[in-house]
């Protein structure tokens, strides 16, 4: 056999050695959930899950407009207070982390 075979085939099997190594991980885990779930039937409460967003999820002004419901000025005056904070791509453009904006909505609502 050529050098390259022998590496090759000590790289599979350790490649496979790791596989069935995550394999048994795997199962203690689902045990493990599986004996939460369990536990915890009785003590259901369903709580909505929030998507999570990226901070590098970026939002042009259109989008932002429409998300929030509100006019170019309105946005120019949230800006202004500070609770927003454009990122600034060049001169002409601007963008928005989508990840703020949800957090403005949250902390809007909680307000109102």
Avoid at 5 to 24: G, R, W, Y
Avoid at 83 to 95: F, S, Y
């Amino acid at each position: 056999m050529s050098m390259e075979i022998k590496i090759f085939q000590l790289a599979l099997n350790k490649l496979m050695e790791e596989v069935e190594l995550l394999k048994s991980q795997n199962a203690e885990l689902k045990k493990q959930f599986d004996d939460f779930e369990v536990q915890n039937k009785s003590n259901t409460v369903t709580v909505p899950v929030e998507p999570t967003v990226s901070e590098t999820v970026l939002l042009d002004t259109k989008d932002v407009l429409r998300i929030l419901g509100v006019c170019y000025n309105t946005l120019q005056k949230i800006v202004a207070k500070g609770l927003l904070i454009p990122i600034k791509i060049n001169q002409r453009r601007v963008r928005y982390s989508k990840m703020r904006i949800l957090e403005y909505l949250r902390m809007k609502h909680q307000t109102a």
